[in-house]
């Protein structure tokens, strides 16, 4: 396992600008996807709802997630590289003792040995250094337990109003999947697809390990706009990139959609849109 390639500028999420706008334009209908996919699994693992069980959720961000995650665990620990975050993260959370947050990366934890039931890591994989990140989890995880590693990104693009607009897959799909491959290849080579992740993946070695993908759909009642859509993606590091290099594949992105559905004229904050994404989960045992 190699380490990755650090082209998204590492103070991304220590701009006090960058993290206000991330808080701000994330809905909480994507936060909604992971909690799917990481509790099932992990309530068929035996892992909730077991005594003085305890929870690591590394690269925690503002702890919006991890806050979420808690409610199935007597304690919670958030750890994530950026200062700010955590800052945002311990000035949510301040009423609940359970839970507590700390600045450190992930190849360092400030964990002890053997004392999480489980770990959680969503988009961590593709910037860790895997060859100090796995020993560390396998260090700070008690006999039996379970690390679960995921992300996730769009599938599918359809109207929410109008069930006889076509889907945004297909040949649509991919020229949006160029233009998002585009802007992460500038801004990061490793983050860009589900098979770079696949053999991440591959490359860890642990007793058992598992593969799950699937298609979810945002929460029924959870509906962005494409404009709303459009600048949630902007607050991203690789979408930054881009822009300080004069480029803007959302924009691209945007009109395409549009062009599809015959809405060149439409303001984007007036179209209502679902989104499909396919998400990656591997589970470690």
């Known amino acids: 396992m190699s380490a990755p390639s650090n082209v998204i500028p590492e103070d991304a999420f220590n701009r006090e600008e ?15 996807i992971p909690v799917r996919i990481v509790i099932e699994p992990l309530k068929q693992l035996g892992k909730v709802g077991q005594r003085s069980s305890c929870l690591l959720d590394v690269g925690c961000g503002s702890g919006k997630l991890t806050r979420l995650l808690a409610k199935n665990f007597d304690h919670t620990i958030g750890v994530d590289a950026s200062a700010p975050m955590i800052s945002y993260a311990i000035a949510f959370d301040s009423d609940n003792s359970d839970n507590e947050f700390k600045v450190a990366n992930a190849e360092k934890l400030p964990i002890e040995d053997n004392s999480v039931d489980v770990i959680t890591a969503m988009f961590v994989v593709h910037q860790a250094d895997l060859d100090k990140f ?15 590693f995921y992300r996730h990104q769009i ?10 607009l076509p889907i945004i897959d297909g040949p649509v799909k991919m020229m949006i999947r160029q233009l998002l491959e585009k802007a992460r290849e500038m801004s990061h080579p490793t983050f860009h697809t589900h098979e770079l992740h696949r053999t991440q993946f591959d490359a860890i070695t642990w007793e058992k390990k598992s593969r799950e993908i699937n298609e979810l759909e945002f929460a029924p009642g959870s ?16 979408h930054q990139k881009l822009r300080e290099n004069g480029l803007n594949s959302l924009a691209e992105l945007v009109e395409a959609v549009k062009n ?18 396919k998400t990656v989960m591997i589970v470690l045992e």
């Open 155 to 164: 599938s599918k693009i359809l109207s929410a109003v109008d069930d006889a």
């Open 18 to 32: 960058t993290v206000q706008n991330y808080i701000q334009s994330r809905p909480r209908a994507l936060m909604d």
């Open 260 to 277: 599809t559905w015959s809405m060149q004229d439409r303001d984007s904050n007036d179209i209502k849109i679902r989104v499909v994404y």
């Open 223 to 238: 509906l962005w706009t494409l404009g709303s859509w459009s600048r949630f993606y902007h607050t991203l590091p690789f």
């Open 134 to 148: 796995i020993p560390e989890c396998k260090r700070v995880l008690k006999p039996g337990g379970v690390a679960l």
